[in-house]
């Protein structure tokens, strides 16, 4: 009678965001997409902790969805935190000792103003990995990389603003985009202003026995 190898675990990854799907995809490993929509609240207030959690939140959202199911799940949370104790916006999502937080801008007015408030200054960009094993074993870590914007005239910010590229992104805007021509510069992990920190990622899937690229 044959054996047979029970089959290995799949690689989920817990995110809607193409950008996501895209940087998997450099790794080389077979996965799907399966999303959850969680309401991106944290207890946790600092930046790294909070991008942290939400990552972990999201992981956990979509074990729930598939009970039973063989699978390691992989979420990611980006956010963007700008040192300005004068700054109290309508969407932040969270805020600690004169760090304000920015996730998506609502509308294009909102995006302008947070432009503004980016502006001719370094913030930082957190972007926090979660990777949930079958058996619910929970590894995860944060990112942080500084970018620093141009100082930008009113009517750049309106032209930026009007695009709508910023409109689906944490801080309102796209490194990756048009968004390009606000920076000034970066310093850290590009991946993860994008959203997706690969270093961490290839970490945290062979700290979970997942071969990239061939190396275990
Ligand atoms: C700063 C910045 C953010 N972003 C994106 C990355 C994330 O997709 C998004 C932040 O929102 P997130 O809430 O981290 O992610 P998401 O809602 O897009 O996707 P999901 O929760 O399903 O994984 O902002 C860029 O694409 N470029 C940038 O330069």
Do not use: C
């Not at 959202?61 to 390691?72: F, K, Q, S, T, W």
């Not at 995006?111 to 949930?132: C, D, I, K, P």
């Not at 409109?167 to 510069?185: C, N, R, S, T």
């Amino acid at each position: 009678m044959a054996d047979f190898l029970p089959a290995p675990p799949e690689l989920i990854l817990a995110s809607g965001s193409p950008r996501r799907r895209e940087l998997l995809t450099h790794l080389g490993l077979p996965f799907r997409v399966v999303t959850s929509d969680i309401p991106e609240i944290s207890v946790h207030t600092d930046p790294a902790a909070v991008a942290r959690d939400l990552a972990e939140q999201k992981a956990r959202a979509v074990r729930a969805l598939l009970p039973g199911v063989n699978a390691h799940i992989l979420a990611s949370d980006t956010l963007v935190a700008l040192h300005d104790p004068a700054f109290q916006g309508s969407a932040l999502r969270g805020s600690a000792q004169g760090d304000t937080i920015l996730g998506k801008p609502t509308d294009p007015e909102q995006n302008a103003e947070y432009l503004r408030r980016l502006s001719g200054r370094t913030h930082q960009v957190y972007s926090g990995v979660a990777l949930l094993g079958p058996s619910g074993e929970l590894h995860s870590g944060t990112e942080m990389t500084e970018v620093t914007f141009r100082a930008l005239s009113e009517s750049e910010v309106r032209h930026y603003a009007a695009s709508g590229e910023g409109l689906d992104k944490a801080g309102g805007y796209g490194i990756q985009g048009l968004g390009m021509a606000l920076v000034a510069g970066i310093h850290g992990d590009y991946s993860s202003v994008v959203g997706f920190p690969l270093a961490l990622v290839i970490s945290l899937l062979r700290g979970a026995g997942i071969a990239v690229w061939g190396q275990p």
